[in-house]
């Protein structure tokens, strides 16, 4: 998982802060920030993160690492 900024297939963007571990589970989360708005942190499974949505009948990746 690399840290950065990242693309949501909705077009929004965030910052990549790091990848944190449930403290029972050990399951792996992204930590991310939202570069509008608020600036919130967010929380998301790893493989939901990297995970792929269905748009228009396609398979799309969920969030993409922008290039700098």
Same mark, same amino acid.
């Not at 792996?28 to 967010?42: A, E, I, M, N, R």
């Given at each position: 998982?690399? /840290?950065?900024?990242?693309? =949501?297939?909705?077009? +929004? ?12 589970? #050990?399951?792996?989360?992204? /930590?991310?920030?939202?570069? =509008?708005?608020?600036? +919130? ?12 949505? #269905? ?12 290039? +700098?």
């Amino acid at each position: 998982m690399k /840290t950065g900024n990242h693309k =949501h297939y909705k077009g +929004k963007k965030y910052k990549v802060i790091g990848i944190a571990l449930h403290s029972e589970t #050990k399951e792996k989360f992204v /930590t991310y920030q939202s570069l =509008h708005g608020s600036k +919130k942190l967010w929380l998301r499974p790893l493989k939901m993160f990297t995970g792929k949505v #269905k748009v228009d009948g396609r398979l799309v990746s969920r969030f993409k690492i922008m290039k +700098k």
